[in-house]
């Protein structure tokens, strides 16, 4: 029998806990665009990032923290928040030292049951990162949940895409015996030169393109374009 | 906008609530075998099958209907039923004009979910049957859920296939905005022509095989050689 430790892939989370994912390593996927945007904006020098689910608390934590609030729903900037959910907001000369409090719907909320299932880390992970999630996976050698965020609990192409990226990079690594794991990494060799095409057939780019946000979607299936590792510590998304 | 119905595709039992299946046909898909099994019995003449969830309940419904009980956990016949879950132990020579009362794990508790979901038809669907199914579906002009059994809730590879070959024959009379059915496509079509070296990939394949039922499951990826539609009707399955 094989030493490594085990990988799975959770395609909703609806589906997480029928995983124990105590001692695992958990990696937040949410292509479009949430994990895509945490990573732009500490790699372009945020302070910290921090994840919430109300618009509410995204209000009360942006006042205590002086922290920039953002969020979006149907494509346009929440009521009572200062930004949206794309990474093209955040360049360096913007969001350098500052706090970005980020409240998404189902990337939050899988992170938050990630948390309170007793995962032992959290990061998140999204193409612009893709290589520092890995380097990182490589090196702790604990068990790896690769979570899909999904939309409204529905599987997705792009997260089961990332998922796929990260395990032919890492799959020599880790025991992998999960169904959702082969299929990932089989859509991902499928797709691997057409990411640009690929994704214009699934369903959320129908939803987001109709916004005008084809340059920002086509910008989230960019490799390494952000290559740092946000981990989850205290509440803030930290580098 | 199109007229046509819609199509889509759940990958496991958890994730049925999302959708709204009133009004739909849906298929039942338990690949390795329950789903195999019941056209088999069907196409080689038995009256009924009896889909039912306990092996309690199973033992009774076989006393007051004269019918052969069947069930297997871990690849044996289960204590106190006659016959086991393989599609090989039911020739003509043995099933004509008997019931077969059926239970199974995954299978049969989805088919009870979509019947208390408020399914419009409940119809079951496997590789040797998959031209009836998709004969059917065409011509009902209803919108269709293509209900992966799983395996524990786990999404599993072979359901997905059987999926993937049956939108591959009707998405020109549906209307997919479905992801998972996407998915499913993809991975029909790039395994379609290495359908029996893809299986040995499964993680279910890991599991059986183990139980020497390797030629069991080669059979239940074969197209078409028990080709009848198993349609749900007060309690059984008939044709």
Not at 57 to 81: H, P, Y
Not at 127 to 133: D, E, G, I, R, Y
Request: neutral net charge; proline residues 3%.
């Amino acid at each position: 029998m094989s030493n490594k430790p085990t990988l799975h892939t959770v395609l909703s989370p609806r589906l997480l806990d029928i995983y124990d994912i105590s001692n695992c390593v958990v990696v937040i996927i949410d292509v479009f665009r949430a994990t895509s945007t945490i990573a732009t904006a500490l790699y372009n020098g945020a302070a910290r990032v921090i994840p919430v689910d109300t618009v509410e608390q995204c209000i009360q934590i942006g006042k205590t923290t002086g922290g920039i609030t953002a969020g979006e729903r149907d494509g346009k900037v929440i009521d009572g928040l200062d930004y949206g959910n794309s990474p093209a907001e955040y360049p360096r000369s913007f969001i350098e030292g500052k706090t970005l409090v980020l409240t998404t719907t189902n990337g939050t909320r899988l992170l938050h049951m990630a948390l309170n299932n007793g995962a032992a880390e959290v990061v998140t992970g999204s193409f612009p990162n893709l290589s520092a999630v890995c380097n990182h996976l490589k090196m702790q050698k604990k068990n790896v949940i690769l979570g899909c965020s999904a939309w409204k609990d529905r599987f997705n192409l792009e997260d089961a895409l990332f998922a796929g990226a990260v395990i032919k990079q890492i799959q020599d690594y880790f025991t992998i015996h999960c169904d959702s794991s082969l299929m990932a990494a089989d859509l991902y060799s499928l797709h691997k030169n057409d990411m640009h095409s690929f994704i214009r057939r699934t369903t959320h780019w129908h939803r987001l393109a109709s916004y005008g946000l084809e340059k920002d979607l086509e910008y989230c299936v960019l490799p390494d374009v952000a290559n740092v590792l946000p981990v989850y510590k205290n509440g803030d998304l930290i580098v």
